[in-house]
């Protein structure tokens, strides 16, 4: 498994550029009409002709221009952080799973000094590989320590 898994990322497409546009055009038909009804356009004209030596024109068509500006990155950071938002929910989907399939042992095992057998709550003594083997997902293989191996063929040769 790659521990190391990046997030998705969305291709640009002329799709999302036309959608884009789409968005911004309506935003501008909202405040057109909006501004319609406030008659904003003939105070606007009104206080121009009243400063003409102030080049509001200008003004005015730079202070649209980051308007549109701003309308254009709140809407790529707000794509962005939809993106992510998705990217991060399917991560916690995937480690609330890995977390639900793993299978703790906790509390006191009653263990025996001598052979090592663990009690169950039956009160009945297993091999300690039995035991770990039902309460959790590991399995085990068996094999033999140099120590103990060793002292087998000590034990062996001795019989001989």
């Known amino acids: 498994m790659n521990s190391a898994k990046s997030i998705p990322t969305l291709p640009e497409t002329g799709k999302n550029l036309t959608l884009e546009l789409l968005i911004i055009l309506a935003l501008a038909v909202i405040a057109f009409v909006a501004a319609g009804q406030l008659d904003l356009f003939e105070r606007l004209h009104g206080f121009m002709e009243d400063h003409e030596d102030w080049e509001l024109d200008e003004l005015l068509i730079l202070s649209l221009y980051f308007v549109v500006a701003g309308l254009v990155f709140s809407l790529r950071r707000w794509r962005e952080s939809q993106r992510l938002s998705v ?5 916690t989907e995937r480690l ?8 703790l042992l906790r509390g006191i095992v009653p263990i025996c000094a001598w052979c090592k057998k663990i009690r169950d709550d039956q009160g009945f ?15 085990f293989t068996h094999g033999m320590c140099p120590e ?6 000590a034990e062996l040769d001795r019989d001989l």
């Open 148 to 153: 103990c191996a060793a002292r087998k063929m």
């Open 125 to 139: 003594w297993q091999q300690v590989d039995q035991y770990v083997s039902e309460h959790s997902e590991v399995e």
């Open 87 to 91: 990217g991060l929910r399917k991560e």
């Open 96 to 103: 609330q799973a890995a977390l639900n399939e793993v299978k």
